[in-house]
């Protein structure tokens, strides 16, 4: 059979056109205003070109804001390196952000938006924000502190402390018994806190805290005790109040037993950073 050889082939009138041959090779532009019906496979050795030439140029930038997965299974999204991810409501909001570094403030943000299934989103207060952009759970060690002078403490096995960040929220507890406690002087402070209490508002944080000094006579678990935390600080003042005293007054050094005797604490203490 002899060989077709054009430079150009083209259709008549819109009709398919169909090349049966076990071999169709062309260099130049192929035009057709038809169907081009292949039977077996189609082998392009130049994808970016043939993308091109089809109009199609690649997903992400041809119709970007048209790309829809119906189906299957995605295992990775993955951003181009030092870009951060954005995953967008319908109507272009932000909902959730991952950054470039894990290691790095604000890495992960997530959106909730105004409404959360009640009458406006924010109840009967004023929304002033809905975002999360900070949770974590870990362990502290506290630490006996006087506000003049720090203790000499030799504290036992029983010294433990855990805490869970959500947002710009602290929520800690922790257990603190001394084998041995000399000196020390002013006010009794709880240190050690896992982060900084913040400077605004005054007073972002207070704690209920039982305390048994070794001698059984002092500031025993029965009176109320509270630790209220120090602006711009990692120490919560402890603070007490007796039927005699409506009013709070700080716990001194003096007032805890000296020697070689037990001074046991358990507390739990929330505040904003």
Known sequence: ????????????????????????????QLNTGGNISVTGSLN?????????????GSMATQNANDVAITGGTINTVQPATGQSLTIKDEDGNTAITIGTDN???????LNFGSYHGDSGGAGSGTLSGNTLDDYETGSWSPTYDGSTSNPTVTYSTTRSGQY????NMVFCRGDLRTDSFTGGSGDVLIGGLPFTTTNSPSNAGFG???????????FAGDIPISGQ?????????LQYRTSANV???????????????????KFVIYYQV
């Open 1 to 28: 059979m002899s060989l077709l050889k054009t430079n150009e082939i083209q259709n008549y009138n819109g009709s398919s056109l169909t090349l049966t041959a076990s071999t169709v090779s062309t260099s130049a």
């Open 208 to 218: 209920f805290v039982n305390i048994y000094s070794g001698d059984g006579a002092s």
């Open 44 to 56: 392009v050795s130049d994808d970016s070109t043939t993308r091109t030439n089809l109009g199609l």
């Open 164 to 167: 869970t960040k959500i947002g």
């Open 103 to 109: 290691t790095a403030a604000g890495y992960l943000s």
């Open 229 to 237: 935390t120090i602006n711009g600080s990692t120490q919560a003042l």
């Open 247 to 265: 009013g709070w007054s700080s716990l001194q050094m003096a007032d805890l037993t000296n020697g070689t005797s037990k001074n046991f604490i």
